[in-house]
């Protein structure tokens, strides 16, 4: 098993994508939206950081993340995030006995997948993805028809017209297995 290093730069731009644990058929996070705001409203009062652009889910997430200048701890930040959302939640999923000796719900898959932003280009594309995502996976045929999306802010502010069209998975390859 290869030795799996997160980099960590202070102040740097991040695109992330977060998964539950159980995928197939499962709509837990727009289910529990409120409960799922909350958490994020909690750790970013505790933890500051930028929420540029996301996405939810039934089953996973996409973000940006800009952190403060002095900061680079995202990995803590998702680790409360997870369990404040967890906390909220009923218990009774099934647990392993991995899940169980380490004492974790099993809620989330433990690893999350995160790019740092190299550019404004970079950013670009990772902005389009998470605002194409609910049409990729079939869910709405327009954008602008998701609910649970920073689209809507970004036709507000004038950064995307309502009915843009995003792209086409062979235009953007994030390196992420979904």
């Known amino acids: 098993m290869t030795d799996y290093r997160r980099i960590y730069t202070p102040g ?3 695109f992330f994508t977060v998964n ?7 709509p837990l996070l727009i289910e529990n939206i409120d409960v799922l705001r909350l958490a994020f409203r909690e750790v ?6 930028k929420i540029d652009a996301v996405v939810i889910l039934p089953d996973h997430l996409h973000c940006i993340w800009t952190l ?7 990995s803590m930040r998702w680790n409360l995030l997870k369990g404040k959302f967890s906390r ?20 989330w898959q433990r690893r ?11 950013y670009n594309r990772h902005l389009d993805y998470i605002h194409w995502n609910p049409v990729k996976h079939g869910y ?3 954008i602008i ?9 970004y036709v507000k502010l004038g950064l995307y017209p309502e009915n843009w069209g995003g792209q086409t998975d062979d235009e953007f390859e994030t390196g992420e297995s979904m």
Do not use: I
Not at 44 to 49: I, L
Not at 68 to 74: F, I, T
Not at 93 to 103: A, G, I
Not at 145 to 153: A, C, L, M
């Open 68 to 74: 403060p200048k002095n900061d680079s701890n995202y």
């Open 112 to 122: 999350f997948w995160e790019h740092s932003l190299r550019n404004e280009e970079d």
């Open 140 to 142: 709405v045929s327009n």
């Open 20 to 26: 539950l644990l159980e995928r197939q058929n499962n």
């Open 44 to 49: 970013k009062e505790r933890h500051p950081f």
């Open 145 to 153: 028809d998701w609910p649970h999306s920073s689209f809507h802010k």
């Open 88 to 107: 909220f939640l009923a218990k009774g999923e099934k647990l392993s006995e991995s899940r169980v000796k380490r004492r974790e719900r099993g809620v």
């Open 12 to 14: 740097a731009g991040w």
